[in-house]
């Protein structure tokens, strides 16, 4: 499985991004996907996701009702919608997809697109 993003940039505090996370390979092995970041001398942490099966989606208290995760599943392609963009959402934003090879989990990774927000 690759996954490549795209979409991040530089936008003034308030502002609105739109990432995008392109999905090929064996995407059929994939169960669950999700946002990554990571700020700089901070740990990767959880933005949000696709719970697995798809049925629901789950978001970090510190962005909900500012960022949407989305699907296209015909184009295998993932979004994320960020609104209301604070300098504290700068880092590194990753795309992750997690899959199972021979009864291991795995997971993938995209190799990052960078989101600066100014104030």
């Known amino acids: 499985v690759q996954l490549v993003e795209s979409g991040g940039g530089l936008v003034q505090a308030g502002g609105s991004l739109r990432l995008s996370c392109a999905a090929s390979g064996d995407t059929f092995r994939i169960k669950a996907m999700g946002w990554y970041r990571q700020a700089p001398g901070k740990q990767r942490e959880l933005v949000a996701d696709?719970?697995?099966?798809?049925?629901?989606?789950n978001y970090a208290d510190s962005v909900k009702g500012r960022f949407t995760i989305s699907r296209d599943n015909a184009e295998n392609t993932m979004y994320l919608q960020m609104n209301s963009l604070k300098p504290e959402d700068t880092a590194v934003y990753y795309c992750?997809?997690?899959?199972?090879?021979?009864?291991?989990?795995?997971?993938?990774w995209g190799q990052g697109t960078q989101v600066t927000v100014s104030s």
């Open positions: 992750n997809a997690v899959g199972v090879a021979g009864g291991t989990r795995v997971d993938y």
């Open positions: 696709f719970t697995s099966g798809g049925g629901s989606t």
